[in-house]
């Protein structure tokens, strides 16, 4: 059993340290500097002008709406705000960085020192300091499909896509609270409307610098930064993987280098960048073609204000409501989900009562559906449900009852009461109607009523089940109960 | 009319046109007629555009004209465009190897304005690679001769622009200037030249040398229509952030015949010991004509100028060096032929498309940009960039312009200077200031040394173009020196 | 001499810029030059003077975010040395 205990033993020897810097596409209509299409999948090439393919005498004009995004972001995760931030350009060549560098922000970033909270491994909360939050333009992509010869195709559709690079500081401390404070961020962009942050897409990507060091020390271990980790799964995958290879060489004695490590998704392995990497120098310096960002301190409290309430808060309020935790963080999870259910409190739903009814009945049947909760094919709106729940809480039908109402719902779009009223699911209160009912099924069962004289108390039970079998299921159950109890005296 | 109309200034064009005295063709046909003659021996183009092109131009003017339409400010006035410039469809190689086959799919802000304005464009001119020099030496195709003297550069980096104004090829000509570009080939040349104020006029279709510092201006036969062609191409442009955002006020109506009320500083670092003395007299003689037409002079002092040229020469190539980076061989211009890989492509692409100067100043600029050495280069030439800045803000609080030389000695000989580059950089000591304080400044031709044209550079005040170009306009009515003509244009002289 | 050849062999791999060795010597002395030149800016005091990128800079320039047409592929690529497959092409970029 070694195998189990040796990582163990690993793990009280070395900390893992991990900082990660995620690159977010902002969900602008044109590019950064250009009115070139953002829009994903157009053919190569096609959404490029002067400036974007850095034709000569071009020259970039920065996107109002971007920098109220990136704004956005940073006011989200708690940043302060520099409103003289600047540009820089970044100086480096490769055939998909068309102007031979990338106009960024180096030495005044619009965000530093932000922070985000989030519950990490085993639902402990965790907080993750942001060391500064940058706005900067994308590059083409290189390709060699379908080009001959091995040569290397160079699309530029996404040169000058805007994105903004969140750095965190090196808090991290394991490969799972890195992608739980990866999903976290993620969240925060979508709920603050930065970004669609779809990894598949790319317009969330990651870096990880991890090192090892070992236990009670506080100094950095050699910084291995990870590269290419393109899902959520494969930021932990790749995390776990290397921070077993550095244990391993460091219980060998031997010392980690420096440097730049490929995750490879089949092989499940990292392995050392193959490219001769000079020492990079970027060169900084201000870029000369544009003008500070000048954020006026109005924008930027306009900006603050128009942020919506972002998952922390949407969470503690759920909690508040008397949700429980984990039901709670299902709601807030999905920014949709989230907002049905805001509209079914508006609507005066219970909260507890009402969120089962939309995470469990709801939910359930539209996922064997494949349907979205804020598609147009979802034909119960969140108010409805909302009466529905209300018609449970009233008695007026059974929570047995409500799961057919639901469907038929579902199937017409019509209100609850509508069907109820249709169908005659009505539940049936009337003590009159009730007690009648309860003579009946004693008078019609001898034997059960001799059982439960002799003792038998579960023979109760075969009565009321004769009576809810007689009115269909609608009578009121609790007073099916009482009124067999009664007649049986 | 005595005189041909290629000869005639721009607004002489205009009164000629509205007067039905004289057709945009004839103007057209004027200009190509003197090309044909003198630009063998003058060789201030890299590129024409064809005659029928041209005076296609001018008949829509004359068209316009017949049709009773207002006349635009430039109507059938024919125009040279620096090779720096986009125009669509005509090659803006910057005299470069590296952009052989380079044609934009786009006008620069400045040549749209100036089509839109109604002159007749007649090519590109010839300038140093990347208007990198002072001379047009460097340019990759051929040099271009000064019309005064055949033996002398004609300035640079502008000074194909500078030469087709003077040889009477083009009636007006854009050019632009980093660190003199238009100033020093406007004196070497005998016209004016206007540096406009940094941000006065859009740099959208310029290529770009040194971002910070480079302006579009005007090289004219005078003063009245340097203000005309800067009323065509200043203004707001959203293309360029650095454009400002003010509207450009009426040029024209700021030119009058004196200065009364006007306070001119003569800085004395302007008028160091590199000044040739005959360019010390003549602009002393210059600053007693201001003094006669109601001007206060006075001697003043610009303390950290002398260091201008030093700053100047990190700064400029830094940016360069990153301006200049995207000429890799992959979307257009040249590319090294049998590279393994896009590295070995890209060194070799640049390595063989660049001439030396423009290799030369990358080298130094990435240098001065690079870890270790940014704080004691580009870092500290921008704090000193600083200090000039105070320095005119200073002066300029005291006077309402600046006057001095353009260039310390009248246009050298071919060859003078192009073997050791700090001769070369020395040519632009009295320009560079200017463009690093983002100031407008307008040279003007001040006297005349051995046949050769000296030149007298005004500098005024942040977007305060008005009242150089009053102090240019009175001088030159005083002097009455811009009528004088390089003796190439004696008719026929240069015809076989 | 401030700048030997290594380093400026150093600077043109930077740079991007082929140099043959036999021109090494004669950048390092051309460069070499110029930079005993600009060393004057040593000579001022410039402490505590900020740094001037701009001289006239305009902050807060932006534009609303409207898309538009730019080039079409076909334009894009007209003057690309080497294309295919509506792409530009260049040489083998060894990835990762």
Redesign the interface.
Known sequence: MGGVGAPAETARRWQTVIGLEVHVELATRSKMFCRCSTAFGAPPNTQVCPVCLALPGSLPVPNRRAIELALRAALALRCEIDPDCRWDRKNYHYPDLPKGYQITQYARPLGRGGELTFAGAGGASRTVRIRRLHMEEDTGKSTHEGMPGGATGVDLNRAGVPLIEIVSEPDLRGPEDARLYLQALRLLLLYAGVSDVRMEEGSLRCDANVSLRPAGSSELGALVEIKNMNSFRSVQRALEYEEGRQAAALDAGERIARETRHWDERRGITFPSRSKEEAHDYRYFPEPDLGAVGLAPAFIEDTRRSLPELPADRQARYEALGLPGYDAGVLVADPALAAYFDRMLRAGAAAREGAALLSVELLGRLNAAGIGVDSPECRVHPEQLAALQGLIASGSISGKIAKDVLDEMLATGSDPSVVVQRKGLQQISDQGAIGEAARAAIAANPQSVADYRAGKKQAADFLVGQVMKATRGKANPGLVREAIARELG | MDVAPYEWPAHQVRRALAAGQVSARKVAESALRRIDEVEPAVGAFLHLRAREDVLADADAVDAAIARGATLPPLAGVPAAIKA???MRGVP?S?ASRV?E??????D?TAVGRLRAAGAVILGATNMDEFAMGSSTEHSADHVTRNPWDLGRVPGGSSGGAAAAVAAGEATIALGSDTGGSIRQPAAFCGTVGLKP???RVS??????F???LDQIGPLTRDVRDGALVLAAIAGAD?????C??EPSPDYEAALRRDCRGLRAGLPVELLGGGTAPEVRSSVMAAADLLAELGAEVDECSLP?VP?AL??Y??IAP??A??N???Y????????AAG??????????T???G?GPEV??R???G??A???GY?D????????????I?QDFEAALARFDVLVGPTTPSPAFAFGEKTAD??QM?ASDVCTVAVN????PALSLPCGFHNGLPLGLQVIGR?WDEETVLRVAFAFEQAADLTRRRPPLLGAGRMGG | MPIDEAQVRHVARLARLAVPDSDLARFAAELGAILEHVARLQELDVRDVPPTAAALGRPGVARDDEPSAGLTASEALAGAPASAAGMFQVPRVVEG
Do not use: H
């Open positions: 720096n410039m986009c803006a910057c952009l086959g380079f044609v934009p799919p786009y620069a104020t940094y941000g740099r959208y279709g310029l290529v770009a040194a971002s910070s959203p293309a360029d952030a650095t400002a955002a950290t260091y030093d700053a020469y990190v830094a940016e060096s990153s200049l980076a995207r890799d061989g992959v979307r257009y211009g040249r590319r590279a393994a890989d896009y590295v070995e492509m890209f060194g070799r640049r390595g063989e660049f290799r030369r990358i080298m130094l990435t240098y940009l690079s870890a940014y004691q280069y580009y870092g500290r030439a921008l704090q000193v960039r600083t200090r800045c580059p700090l950089y690093l304080a983002g100031l942040a």
